[in-house]
């Protein structure tokens, strides 16, 4: 090794050394920012124990409502702009108004989130009960001019549909005629309500009638009259379907005035827990295939959310001398109870419920806080 490259060495450890000391004197200065960072505002001489705010990573306190709202407020002003009740050419994108220019080639304007979705029927619903607590009617004008909207342009397409079945536009198949629960319960649930909220049965008769002749007489069944589908394989359980259909049931008793619609639904719900419901764990298994011996067990965050909101909704509306009550009540009371213990240490729940390890799951998350909450 000659002279220049020694030197050159030389030089290049010195660079490194000068490099990991920079390194190290960099940590020790940011942990010396964190730890004072960190450091605690006060003590047991200045402010009393029970006083001091825990360093917890979650910021536990009590709910503003003001700022509650406001959040609400910008989840209404987003959907708003991003779910048009618009009609579209959908080849030319050109506006479309009035029924007589319903035509092969109409369609919804395709904004972010489909407007009868199962995931929308939720929404509506509770874009109503948000109206109903602020006083503000923008929640609930959100949910009518949508609705409207529906049940205004179903004449068309529904005539469209007898002529024709190829080119309709999907969504408005999938409105029209429902191949599944998912098509069909969560928004006949929420256009029940807003009808009965707003007064507009006569308007919404026909869609909402069109959704129950589904449920009450299309819908797959199992021999003892459960809900059910042939898939993933032949006689098959979801739990999703408690909330895609049962509350609907309740909702269409109140409607009608009909008792029947509410024993229906009381009788399901116990045929539900009956299959899914494990009690060694308080919770509701995923899914329940009829051939299947011992019947797998996976405890999904979001389909006990829809058992335990279907729970929520069908006790509102159940009578309080039904006889099923008490028995449906005790299958809340315990659900719930289960669901608390299992509740991560940032405040959501897991994917899977008894799986800590999967990932913090923010739907069941919102429908567990929303029917435990006083």
Not at 123 to 149: C, E, N, P, W
Not at 259 to 265: C, E, G, I, L, S
């Amino acid at each position: 090794m000659n002279t220049n490259e020694r030197s050159s060495m030389k030089s290049k450890k010195g660079l490194l050394t000068r490099l990991a000391m920079l390194s190290i004197l960099a940590f020790q200065v940011m942990t010396g920012q964190l730890y004072a960072q960190k450091a605690p505002v006060g003590n047991d001489s200045s402010t009393p124990l029970h006083l001091l705010t825990p360093d917890y990573p979650t910021p536990y306190g009590v709910p503003d409502a003001v700022a509650v709202k406001a959040t609400l407020d910008r989840v209404l002003t987003y959907l708003d702009a991003t779910t048009p009740p618009t009609l579209e050419n959908k080849r030319s994108k050109q506006p479309i108004d009035g029924l007589d220019a319903i035509d092969a080639q109409t369609q919804l304007v395709r904004g972010d989130f489909r407007l009868a979705s199962y995931e929308w029927g939720v929404t509506y619903s509770a874009m109503l009960r948000a109206g109903v607590i602020t006083g503000d009617q923008a929640y609930t004008h959100y949910v009518t001019k949508r609705l409207d909207f529906l049940s205004t342009i179903a004449p068309g397409f529904d005539a469209l549909l007898k002529k024709e079945t190829a080119n309709v536009d999907p969504q408005m198949r999938q409105i029209l005629r429902p191949h599944a629960l998912d098509d069909a319960g969560a928004v006949c649930a929420a256009m029940i309500r807003t009808a009965l909220l707003t007064d507009r049965k006569s308007q919404y008769a026909w869609l909402i009638d069109n959704y129950m002749d589904f449920i009450l007489t299309k819908e797959y069944r199992l021999a003892d009259g459960q809900f059910a589908r042939n898939r993933p394989f032949i006689n098959t359980v979801w739990l999703d379907d408690m909330y895609m259909s049962l509350p609907a049931l309740v909702e269409y008793a109140r409607y009608t005035g009909d008792p029947r619609y509410v024993d229906q639904a009381a009788r399901q719900v116990l045929l539900f827990k009956e299959k899914m419901f494990v009690p060694s764990k308080g919770l509701f298994r995923h899914g329940w295939v009829q051939d299947m011996d011992p019947h797998p067990a996976f405890f999904w965050g979001r389909a006990n959310g829809w058992a335990i909101l279907t729970l929520s909704d069908v006790l509102d509306v159940l009578p309080a001398q039904h006889p099923d009550r008490p028995a449906i009540l005790q299958l809340f009371r315990t659900h719930a109870e289960a669901l608390a213990a299992l509740q991560g240490g940032f405040g959501f729940w897991h994917q899977l419920l008894d799986k800590p390890d999967s990932y913090l799951e923010t739907s069941c998350t919102a429908i567990y806080t929303y029917c435990m909450a006083p």
